[in-house]
């Protein structure tokens, strides 16, 4: 299924994540470090469809280099999950989107790294300029929704250091994992009507510390 970058799509997005029933996980929770994304929803490279924004970490970073990850990162005190992510946005794509851009929230994933993740959906305009930060950024990448729609762009393994499921996200013969998967994968379902929990989704160990 293809949709279209336009003002329909935006409005059938914003209703489902209306729709979406949140939820935000207790017990070890306050304890974490409080971060955010942004699912950042602008034109695909081809077409007239719809993609999302996803980087390739630069490979100089302390944490997580090279890694597959959507734009985001710690919050910032005084911010908001919203405002954090349009901030990241902005400093690792150069990409400008107000709180008027958000279309919601997705639910808070906690990671083994110690932070709550909370994904932001921004809906990017068509004349916004990306220009990735290369301290942050090695590169960018329009994923299309309908890459994220086939039944096949997603798959679950085992790992013999947790009982829970691993999630794998299969782009261009590659592997992308939780929690980025997982993030992504929730967004999957949001389109699809469906509240999907996925908190309890495991990362491969590289991505523990």
């Known amino acids: 299924m293809v949709r279209s970058f336009d003002d329909t799509t935006r409005r059938n997005i914003a209703e489902l994540c209306a729709r979406f029933r949140r939820v935000q996980p207790g017990g070890a929770a306050p304890s974490l470090k409080r971060a955010a994304v942004a699912i950042a929803l602008t034109r695909a490279k081809a077409g007239e469809g719809t993609a999302f924004l996803l980087t390739r970490r630069a490979a100089n970073l302390r944490a997580h ?103 794998r996200f299969h782009l261009d013969g590659q592997h992308i994992h939780a929690p980025t998967a997982a993030l992504i994968y929730q967004f999957r379902e949001v389109l699809a009507g469906r509240d999907t929990r996925v908190a309890e989704l495991e990362q491969p160990v590289f991505a523990w510390k």
């Open 65 to 167: 280099s090279a890694q597959w990850a959507l734009p985001g990162g710690r919050c910032d005190p005084g911010e908001n999950q919203a405002q954090s992510a349009l901030r990241e946005l902005h400093e690792e794509l150069g990409v400008n989107s107000s709180e008027s851009d958000v279309l919601g929230l997705l639910d808070d994933y906690p990671t083994r790294s110690g932070y709550l993740i909370t994904p932001v959906v921004v809906w990017v305009s068509t004349d916004a300029v990306i220009a990735p930060n290369p301290d942050e950024v090695e590169s960018v990448h329009h994923i299309a929704l309908a890459d994220i729609e086939r039944d096949d762009a997603f798959s679950f393994t085992t790992i013999l250091e947790s009982t829970r499921r691993v999630i």
